[in-house]
């Protein structure tokens, strides 16, 4: 049996555990919690310790992405129908903050929405040899539409 951690063999439970048995996992969440501690549970297991959370405030997710669009598009159905340009121009604000959401951009609204509380977590590995740096990011790419 291979003991390497890295493997697809060995890495393929954990992207079904994360996957298909905790299931989509918006910020702030309670699948987010269980899955950051699955991930620190891992880690525990594969003997790394040093492990830190960073709590943040995050938006909720659920809401964030479409409630400022779906606002403004209600927004306009209760302009006055002699009002139809203000009516047209929150419908375009509308299109526009929900293109903004599919890009992943900040919402004009973004203040309004909820907050709730998430974290990272910060492992740290000691070198086995000579010291190394390595640096791992995070991108979230826009979605494809």
């Not at 709590?55 to 006055?80: R, S």
């Not at 929150?90 to 293109?99: F, G, K, N, R, V």
Request: net charge positive.
């Amino acid at each position: 049996m291979n003991t390497d951690p890295l493997t697809a063999a060995n890495l393929l439970p954990h992207v079904r555990a994360l996957a298909e048995e905790i299931g989509p996992r918006p910020a702030g969440h309670a699948a987010e919690l269980q899955a950051r501690q699955y991930i620190q549970d891992v880690l525990n297991g594969l003997g790394y310790q040093e492990i830190e959370t960073l709590p943040f405030p995050a938006p909720d997710t659920w809401g964030y992405a479409l409630g400022n669009p779906l606002a403004l598009g209600l927004a306009a159905n209760f302009c006055p129908p002699h009002c139809r340009l203000l009516g047209g121009l929150t419908t375009l604000a509308c299109t526009y903050t929900l293109w903004g959401s599919m890009r992943i951009n900040k919402q004009p609204l973004a203040t309004l929405a909820p907050r709730r509380p998430s974290a990272n977590l910060i492992v740290r590995i000691s070198p086995a040899g000579p010291p190394r740096h390595l640096l791992v990011g995070h991108l979230v790419n826009p979605l494809p539409f």
